[in-house]
């Protein structure tokens, strides 16, 4: 399992072409925090990590986070993000299997504590989990240092921005974020770069380059993190 990283006791990190997910055992139950592309056997894996029952969490539903949903039982999301997974419900899943997160929800599952934070922009229901007690973060794609997908259906930059600054306010309860791309964990003083990207994006100071691979939109970088955007 070269793809699996045990960060530390009841807590691993796993990898798929450039995703992350996580896997938290507590005392009665575990907890998988989104399922990739779909291209492991994530169901397996997480099998050999712990003998629990696995909740299932989505950050949010772009098709990187949610390619093994299938093989869970009930997905939980943030309502603001179902109709985003309707749109492009992966096969063999259905919307009857998704459960309400909604913000200020803590997923107790012993040994660890997730409070959940609505952070839209990304996408409309994203969330982030923040565990108090252990002063650590998980913070899907909105908080990262790789490219943020910022067009197309779906996302706002504006409420992108007002998630970032909640954020910021919120980082005295945290010292480590654990992004779903680029490099990983951060520290909390990432976020004003983010932040700051985005208004110099929107003030036309950033220039576009062509993106990665074939897309309508432009990739344009700020010193902590990039932006595939269209005007
Ligand atoms: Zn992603």
Not at 103 to 128: A, C, N, Q
Not at 137 to 160: E, H, K, P, V
Not at 169 to 179: E, L, R, T
Request: net charge negative; charged share 25%; hydrophobic share 40%.
């Amino acid at each position: 399992m070269n793809n699996v990283k045990k960060i530390s006791e009841h807590f691993w990190v796993i990898e798929e072409n450039g995703v992350r997910m996580f896997v938290f055992e507590g005392e009665k139950q575990a907890m998988v925090v989104d399922t990739g592309f779909g291209g492991l056997a994530l169901k397996e894996i997480v099998a050999k990590l712990t003998s629990l029952p696995a909740m299932l969490v989505n950050t949010h539903t772009d098709k990187d986070h949610v390619g093994c949903n299938r093989d869970f039982g009930p997905v939980y999301m943030h309502p603001a993000e179902m109709d985003h997974y309707r749109r492009s419900l992966p096969e063999g899943c259905r919307m009857e299997d998704v459960r309400p997160l909604w913000e200020g929800d803590v997923i107790d599952l012993g040994r660890w504590k997730f409070e959940v934070i609505l952070t839209p922009g990304h996408t409309p229901g994203s969330i982030m989990l923040l565990e108090r007690e252990k002063r650590m973060l998980i913070s899907g794609d909105s908080i990262q240092d790789g490219d943020i997908f910022m067009f197309g259906s779906g996302r706002n930059i504006q409420a992108f921005q007002e998630s970032l600054r909640k954020m910021l306010k919120m980082s005295q309860a945290f010292d480590v974020i654990w992004p779903s791309h680029g490099s990983y964990p951060l520290k909390p003083d990432i976020i004003p770069g983010i932040l700051t990207g985005t208004e110099e994006l929107l003030a036309g100071k950033l220039s576009g380059q062509e993106p990665p691979w074939p897309m309508p939109c432009k990739r344009y970088r700020c010193g902590a993190a990039g932006f595939l955007y269209q005007f």
